[in-house]
């Protein structure tokens, strides 16, 4: 069966630094993976998406992610965190196409 | 705004009563989704409909649940004799599915999620 595991429930950064929120994937073909983001009160935006295109993945909002097979992992990083990405964020992955598999989330603090 | 719209935003009831949540998808998207996310955890999908049809649905859909989409738009989600485990936040979402040839309808993989709708039992 399809499943993701979010290592990091809770990820606390200073403003300015690396984020590394990390995840690896379960799937028993090739998966296709996805980011999304929960700002609270408000609805699930997709941060970008892997579709067995080039492994490194860009989204919006200067995150990236990088799809790597032999460690089934699709680690999301974003090179200097600012305040405004304080957020839970999911890691998925798609089953069949048809619909979405969450992992339980992790929440990133970003301290000023 | 053409965005997912649900509603009640948030219902609060007593144990043993019924509720409906309504969704409105974007307009052109033929797939419609129901997940339920509880506090700490990721979403969970309930079900999902492709046009009018309902496609799959989990096995946390009990049988107190029902969801239907009359005419390929909107959707409602019912909730009989609510318990209190039933307490969660409901999304919708929707999507462009495309159809694959033999390997019939395929989702084109991003889903737009409405804002929930937040149940409490009392």
């Known amino acids: 069966a399809q499943s993701v595991t979010q290592l990091d429930s809770h990820v606390s950064v200073s403003e300015g630094t690396p984020v590394l929120l990390r995840c690896n994937y379960s799937s028993s073909y090739s998966p296709s993976l996805f980011w999304y983001v929960q700002h609270p009160n408000k609805g699930l935006q997709l941060l970008l998406k892997?579709?067995?295109?080039?492994?490194l993945v860009k989204g919006i909002n200067g995150f990236e992610a990088e799809f790597k097979k032999s460690e089934t992992s699709f680690h999301l990083t974003k090179p200097s965190a600012h305040m405004s990405d304080a957020a839970e964020y999911f890691c998925v992955v798609s089953v069949y196409g048809n619909k979405l598999v969450f992992g339980a989330g992790t929440i990133l603090r970003v301290k000023s | 705004d053409t965005g997912v719209s649900q509603n009640p935003r948030h219902k609060i009831t007593k144990r043993g009563q019924n509720v409906t949540f309504r969704c409105d998808p974007i307009s052109e998207h033929n797939r419609l989704y129901w997940y339920r996310q509880t506090l700490g955890q990721g979403p969970e999908f309930l079900t999902y409909?492709?046009?009018?049809?309902?496609?799959?649905k989990s096995r946390l859909l009990s049988d107190r649940f029902s969801a239907e989409r009359p005419k390929g738009s909107f959707s409602t989600l019912e909730i009989q004799r609510t318990e209190q485990g039933d307490s969660a936040m409901y999304l919708c979402?929707?999507?462009?599915?495309?159809?694959?040839?033999?390997?019939?309808?395929?989702?084109?993989?991003?889903?737009?999620f409405g804002e929930g709708s937040r149940l409490t039992v009392l």
């Open positions: 409909f492709q046009n009018e049809a309902q496609l799959e």
């Open positions: 979402a929707s999507s462009l599915g495309s159809t694959g040839g033999l390997a019939g309808v395929q989702n084109t993989g991003e889903l737009f």
């Open positions: 892997y579709t067995s295109a080039a492994t």
